[in-house]
């Protein structure tokens, strides 16, 4: 018998073994990949350390800071946004900034009517209401209320069109990859509370920097794929199928912790249990690709990044300022969700994206350099109407043990949410012993 075994080494499977190995159980990890992390990875590429996924934490993740500190890596953290939240659009061929914490900045940005500006007053009671009801950042299922309204909807109807397309649309789109109809206006909310007034941070030695502290402490096997999990009734047990450089090899588990994302975890069971054949085929994800721009100089454009809304029809939905080295400089570029097709050749997505590039900064013809391309097929999960109402639904019923389940699809798109998943997994998994 092989005590625990954990499959996934992304944050919430690596958070979970840890404190599962902390309370005293024999713990295995086995991960697909030849890397841990999942989207909480740090990548080198021509000189660059790159976070291709998740870029920072928040002030507001109590349980990943509880972490940091318990690892020792305190020192890495520094706040990446020392005033305020800085917001740069394109529009009609020119860039429009703005400090939403800035009254004053708000009320003088020319990047949408002064009509758009004052229907944001609008949103506050919303905010307020859902807020009230908001008890934990990482459960918005448990917020009361129908979930039947897209934040495009709700927006657009209750807010203003104006607003959305040059300001809630790009933000979203750039930062999780959703379309107007991936999040509902009840997640949109709850996210929006979630991340006001907390600082922004970042780990100096990159993000990846947490999971691999984590899985230095554990016994984490690399490039074991789980083909087959197998309920064992009479034994109360779970027989694991995985292959492990090249050959099949099975290990029965006293409990199995699964922490793959959630659209791929009924493909593991022959014979998945009622409540789980219900609610995974309701877990989607957003899928994009991130590029990253060598320049061939130390570039400064005097802000820290540009989101292009889509009605000015471009292939990018952002070109951000990523890092300086010497004297080049890296730009972080991110695909619009109508335009990203995982299947397009490579070529061709670089030179759109070049494109594009020197269209935000025209003053770059001629000094981009290399460029990589990172698809993310599985980004962040969505949340669309009815999804918290189906979550809410499998929280009360989950049917675990001996199999339990973590991961981002449960609790929040943000490396915090993932984390507390695995925290909240083994704490599931502990009181069942």
């Known amino acids: ?21 902390k309370a005293g159980h024999q713990v295995t990890v086995l991960e697909a990949a030849n890397h841990v992390g999942g989207r909480m990875i740090t990548i080198h590429w021509n000189g660059w350390s790159i976070d291709p996924g998740a870029k920072f934490v928040t002030g507001g993740d109590k349980y990943l800071l509880e972490m940091v500190e318990e690892l020792g890596l305190q020192d890495q953290l520094y706040q ?9 659009i394109l529009r009609n061929g020119s860039l429009h900034s703005v400090n939403f914490v800035s009254l004053s900045s708000y009320l003088r940005w020319t990047g949408v009517s002064l009509r758009a500006r004052l229907a944001m007053f609008k949103l506050l009671p919303y905010l307020v209401g859902v807020g009230s009801k908001l008890k934990n950042m ?22 203003n069109a104006e607003m959305f397309e ?26 929006l509370i979630g991340y006001l007034n907390t600082k922004s941070l970042g780990l100096r030695a990159g993000i990846g920097a947490l999971p691999e502290a984590i899985a230095s402490r554990l016994d984490v096997r690399l490039g ?19 292959l492990y450089k090249g050959r099949p090899e099975t290990l029965t588990a006293e409990r199995v912790v699964v922490a793959v994302p959630g659209h791929r975890v ?7 249990r009622p409540a789980w054949q219900a609610f995974f085929p309701k877990v989607n994800y957003a899928f994009t690709a991130s590029i990253f721009q060598e320049v061939n100089e130390h570039f400064d454009p005097g802000v820290p990044g540009v989101m292009i809304p889509r009605p000015e029809q471009n292939y990018l939905c952002s070109v951000g ?24 050749a490579e070529a061709s997505i670089v030179a759109k994206a070049k494109a594009d590039t020197l269209k935000v900064f025209p003053q770059l013809k001629g000094k981009l350099g290399g460029t990589l391309v990172y698809h993310w097929p599985e980004k962040v999960p969505t949340y669309r109407p009815g999804y918290l109402e189906a979550l809410a639904k499998f929280y009360a019923d989950m049917q675990e043990d001996p199999v339990y389940f973590c991961g981002d699809y449960l609790t929040g798109l943000s490396t915090g949410a993932a ?5 909240d997994c083994a704490d599931r998994l502990l009181a069942g012993l």
Request: charge should be negative; proline fraction near 6%.
């Open 80 to 88: 990446m946004f020392t005033e305020g939240v800085p917001t740069v």
């Open 224 to 242: 074991a794929r789980v083909t087959r999990l197998d309920l064992e009734p009479a034994s109360a047990s779970a027989r694991v199928t995985f």
């Open 419 to 423: 984390l507390y998943s695995g925290w």
């Open 166 to 191: 040059y300001w809630a649309f790009p933000t979203f789109e750039t930062y999780c990859s959703y379309s107007g109809g991936d999040i509902s206006r009840k997640a949109f909310l709850a996210l």
């Open 266 to 272: 009924l493909e593991l069971f022959p014979d998945p």
């Open 321 to 344: 300022l990523d890092q300086h080295q010497g004297e080049k400089t890296l730009l972080l570029l991110d695909t619009a969700v109508a335009a990203y097709d995982p299947l397009e």
């Open 138 to 159: 990482y459960r918005p299922d448990q917020i009361p209320g129908a979930d039947t309204e897209t934040y495009e909807e709700f927006f657009c109807k209750r807010i």
């Open 1 to 21: 018998m092989a005590g625990i075994i954990v499959v996934g080494a992304g944050i919430s499977g690596l958070t979970a073994a840890y404190r599962l190995k």
